[in-house]
C-alpha cells in the first residue's frame, strides 16, 4: 500500500510535502536507540516522539512514513528535516493502540 | 582477504545507557557504555583526570554479522551515531557532505574519546561494514549513507549534528539513583 492510499484510507493530517513511497511494514517505538536497530525499510513508525533526533534515526533505516499520535505535532525544522529526507509526516488525534488497530483493520500487517 | 560480498546483520544488541564524563582538571570529555540498571554518576580520579558525571541517555550498542560467511565486525569501539549538519569549511566531514551532493547523508560514528590523544577512533573495518549494513537496506532511490568515524571531524566536541540518543527519558531514574546512593553512603 502506498503512503497516500494509507493516508487518505485512516483519515491522517499531512503535516509536510512527502514521497508516495510503498509501505511495507509497521513499527511502533518512541526511542531512537530501538528505531535504529529494529525498523525496517519502508516502514511506517508509529510514535508519540516529535524531536529531531527521531528523523535522524527513522532516515538512516529509511523508514517512509511517521504517525505521530494523540495529536503530537513536531516543530517546523523537524518537518524542515523530514521533508529533505522524503519522509511524510502525518498526525492522528487516536492513541498508539487504537491507530495500531485501524491498521489492522484496513489489512496492514 | 575474504572473497564473501558480506551481507550484514545486527548481532549482539545491548540496552543500556551512554554515560558522559568531564574532567574537571583539563576539559577531556569522555564516554562509556554501562549495561547496569541505573547509570554510575560516580566521580573519581584516574591518573591525572578528576573524572565528572556530565550526563547520560539510553542507547544501544550493536555489533554487525555477515549473514553469508558468519564473519563478525566487534562495533563495541562506537558509543553512537550523529546525523551530520556540519557546514564548517574547514571540517572533512562537512566537506564531504557538500561534494556527495542532496542524496547523501552523512553520520559520524562516535568514538569513547572525542580527543583522539592516544589515536584510537572507530576502527576502519567497523566504518566499512556499517556502509554496507545501513546501505543494502535502502530503498530510495538516489539516497545514500555515509558513516564516517569522528576523529574525520574537525573538532567533534564542536561539531553540529543531530545525536541519535534518547535524552531525557531516564532522568528520573537518575535521580532516583542518585538520591539512593546518598542515602546508602550515609
Partial sequence: MKVK?????????????????????????????????????????????????????????DVAMIVFVKGKTPASDVVELATKAGIGLFVSEADTWTFARKLAEIGLK | MSACKHRWSMT????????????FECGARSSFFSTETFPPIDEYQEGKHFWVHLGNYQAVKFDLVCDLCRKTVNLSDMMGLMLSTCQDSDCEVARLAKREGPGAWVYVALCADSTHRAGRCVSDEGIEALNRYFNQNIKAPGKKIIVVPCRLCSSIDKCRGIVIADTGLTDLDAQTAQAERQRQRG
Fill in chain 2, 12 to 23: 549482539n544488541i545491548r540496552q543500556g545507557y551512554l554515560v558522559i564524563e568531564g574532567c
Fill in chain 1, 5 to 61: 492510499e494509507l493516508a487518505d484510507k485512516l483519515g491522517l493530517k499531512a503535516v509536510n510535502a512527502y514521497k508516495d513511497k510503498d509501505v511495507e511494514s509497521v513499527y511502533i517505538s518512541d526511542m531512537v536507540s530501538d528505531i535504529i536497530t529494529a525498523a525496517k525499510a519502508n516502514s511506517l513508525l508509529i510514535t508519540l516522539q516529535t524531536h529531531k533526533s527521531l528523523i535522524a534515526a527513522a532516515n538512516l533505516v
